[in-house]
């Protein structure tokens, strides 16, 4: 099941359905009577391409999801408050975002960009309180797991290795929520911190994470960062045109849209 879902995730992709929509227009163009109506295809598709590679358009997407949870913020040395770091803060949990296995590169450079913005939100509330536990997470389909590396690239920033916990078998954020219910439930110490741990995840995915983990019993406090629905006004010449920042955006708001709707309908949601 689990690889039929990243299949189905896959090819549901913003992006593939433009690569199959115009596939179809140019067969429909070359080879079928209806010339036409595949070359309407491909213009129609080219423009959707256009418009969900614009900021306007992505940001409009991504912008409700991100809006769910207030970023954690500490006092300022102004006297200016923000949302506080709780007090008894146990564990920091920071979700996978995607990682590579290789030796050859710099630790910094085999977690994805997303991991890497996770992991250090995840580092700068764990420097608020350190002696809570900070939990890596995330599998790879082969050698070191996410959670490993993103370990090792905790100790490189200065979290001592004590400190640091792994969920190294979860492929998605329902196996990392059942993973840390567990690694909590056989634990014979006080737990009570620790089902409250702050989740620190990108602010897109937060919501179904935060889903996930209260049906596992546990009762995260949302620490959203990686935003990517960032303000903007038409101030320069490129933001006029279509970029594939932008198209990353859409793609993103559109992973978590679908996977809102697939834990609907597993009544998960």
């Keep these: ?96 975002g995607g990682a590579v296995d290789d030796p050859s590169l710099p630790v910094s450079a085999q977690l994805s960009a997303t991991s890497l913005q996770r992991l250090i939100e995840g580092i700068r509330l764990w420097r608020m309180r350190p002696d809570a536990l900070l939990i890596t997470s ?27 916990r792994m969920l190294p078998a979860a492929r998605n954020t329902e196996e990392e929520a059942a993973a840390y219910a567990e690694w909590v439930n056989t634990r014979d110490d006080n737990t009570a911190g620790l089902r409250q741990p702050l989740l620190v995840s990108s602010a897109s995915h937060l919501p179904r994470a935060i889903a996930a983990f209260d049906h596992e019993g546990i009762e995260p406090r949302p620490a959203p960062t990686a935003h990517r629905a960032i303000p903007q006004q038409f101030a320069r010449p490129g933001d006029f045109a279509p970029s594939a920042d932008d198209l990353r955006t859409t793609e993103a708001a559109w992973h978590e849209y679908l996977g809102r709707v697939w834990a609907w309908l597993r009544g998960r949601e």
Excluded: C, H
């Design 138 to 164: 995330g599998a790879l389909p082969r050698g070191r797991s996410q959670a490993a590396i993103a370990a090792d690239m905790a100790v490189a920033l200065g979290v001592p290795r004590r400190q640091i």
């Design 1 to 96: 099941m689990f690889f039929f879902t990243k299949l189905a995730g896959a090819l549901l992709k913003p992006l593939s359905l433009v690569v199959i929509a115009l596939l179809v227009g140019l067969l429909m163009a070359a080879f079928t009577r209806f010339r036409r109506t595949g070359l309407a295809l491909m213009g129609v598709t080219t423009l959707a391409l256009a418009l969900i590679s614009w900021w306007p358009v992505s940001n409009s997407l991504m912008a409700p999801l991100e809006g769910v949870y207030t970023p954690i913020e500490v006092s300022a040395p102004d006297g200016a408050v923000g949302q506080v770091l709780p007090s008894d803060v146990a564990a920091i949990v920071v979700l996978g």
